[in-house]
């Protein structure tokens, strides 16, 4: 699972999640795959053990023009993702796992991944 392929619309905010080779299309429009990129030490969500969960938040701003549209943890064998809202904090609990790619999406920054 952690070498899925992500898709978002640009026009609708659709997601969409591959685990194998695809086209794929929204609102009438060829999407390209995202690349996730490492973040950088200012870009990181904070993540803290809470119960069996890991707590996850951010400070995006999360305005209508530029939020974090989900986050998701993928492992080797599952991908737990929790779509995000503007106006709304960055802030969701995740099923606690040994260890996971936490993965991110917002337009104007793009897929950015931390490893936990």
Same mark, same amino acid.
């Given at each position: 699972? &952690? %070498?899925?392929? *992500? +898709?978002?619309?640009?026009?609708?905010?659709?997601?969409?999640?591959?685990?194998?080779?695809? @086209?794929?299309?929204?609102?009438?429009? &060829?999407l390209?795959?995202? @690349?996730?990129? &490492?973040?950088?030490? @200012?870009e %990181?969500?904070?993540?803290?053990?809470?119960?069996?969960?890991? +707590?996850?938040?951010?400070?995006h701003?999360?305005r %209508?023009? #530029? +939020?974090?549209?989900?986050?998701?943890?993928?492992?080797?064998?599952?991908?737990?993702?929790? &779509?995000? *809202?503007?106006?709304? #904090?960055?802030?969701?609990?995740?099923p606690?796992?040994?260890h996971?790619?936490?993965?991110w *999406?917002?337009?104007?920054?793009?897929?950015? +991944?931390?490893?936990?």
């Amino acid at each position: 699972m &952690k %070498k899925m392929t *992500y +898709y978002a619309c640009p026009v609708c905010g659709g997601l969409t999640f591959c685990t194998g080779a695809a @086209e794929v299309s929204c609102c009438g429009r &060829k999407l390209a795959p995202l @690349e996730p990129r &490492k973040a950088r030490e @200012e870009e %990181k969500l904070t993540v803290e053990g809470v119960e069996n969960d890991w +707590y996850v938040t951010g400070d995006h701003p999360m305005r %209508k023009e #530029d +939020y974090v549209s989900f986050v998701a943890f993928a492992t080797g064998d599952r991908l737990q993702v929790v &779509k995000q *809202y503007p106006e709304w #904090d960055l802030q969701t609990r995740i099923p606690g796992r040994n260890h996971g790619m936490l993965l991110w *999406y917002s337009q104007k920054q793009g897929l950015l +991944y931390q490893l936990i």
